[in-house]
């Protein structure tokens, strides 16, 4: 997956990737956190430069055997409800 960084998320995450590593590794790789495989910055004319950082992809594929509920964390309620269906257990 790859996630535009704002403002001062780039610094943010350089700062801790020392701790983010020493995690991963103290936990054998078997950290739920996503892998984090790089932080990038896009330069080129057509634009102003663009942070990126490329990530493992936690969202697994659904099927009606294995359903699973996926939450948008941006905070945005616009477009994002969707209705259960009734046989949906409910978590809360």
Same mark, same amino acid.
């Given at each position: %997956? $790859? ?9 943010? %995450?350089? =700062?801790? &990737? =020392? /701790?983010?590593? =020493?995690?991963?590794?103290? +936990?054998? @790789?078997?950290? &739920? &956190? ?10 080129? /004319?057509?634009? !102003?430069? &663009? =942070?990126? $950082?490329? %990530? #493992? @992809? ?7 055997? @294995?359903?699973?509920?996926?939450? /948008?964390?941006?905070?945005? +309620?616009?477009? *994002?409800?969707?209705?259960?269906? !009734? @046989? #949906? #257990? *409910?978590?809360?």
């Amino acid at each position: %997956m $790859i996630k535009t960084l704002k403002g001062k998320e780039k610094k943010i %995450m350089l =700062d801790i &990737l =020392d /701790d983010y590593i =020493d995690h991963i590794q103290k +936990t054998k @790789n078997k950290s &739920l &956190l996503a892998r984090i495989y790089g932080i990038f910055t896009i330069k080129t /004319d057509y634009f !102003s430069p &663009l =942070d990126v $950082i490329v %990530m #493992q @992809n936690t969202v697994q594929l659904t099927s009606k055997e @294995n359903p699973k509920m996926v939450f /948008d964390l941006k905070g945005s +309620t616009v477009g *994002r409800l969707t209705k259960l269906p !009734s @046989n #949906q #257990q *409910r978590f809360w």
